[in-house]
C-alpha cells in the first residue's frame, strides 16, 4: 500500500473543506453541503 505525502493530504483537505467558493456566496464546499441538505430537509414534501 502507498503512503500519501502530507502535503497532498493538507491540499485534498483544503479543496473539500477550507477553499471558499464564490458563486455560492463564498463558502466552502463542506459548509455549502450543510447549508443545502438543511434546505432540502427544510421543505415541505408536496402531497
Known amino acids: 500500500m502507498r503512503r500519501w505525502n502530507?502535503?497532498?493530504?493538507?491540499?485534498?483537505d483544503?479543496?473539500?473543506n477550507?477553499?471558499?467558493l464564490g458563486p455560492?456566496?463564498?463558502f466552502p464546499p463542506a459548509e455549502a453541503a450543510?447549508?443545502?441538505?438543511?434546505?432540502?430537509?427544510d421543505t415541505p414534501m408536496a402531497a
Open 6 to 12: 502530507t502535503p497532498a493530504l493538507e491540499w485534498v
Open 14 to 16: 483544503w479543496l473539500n
Open 18 to 20: 477550507r477553499r471558499l
Open 24 to 26: 455560492i456566496g463564498n
Open 34 to 41: 450543510e447549508r443545502c441538505c438543511a434546505m432540502r430537509d
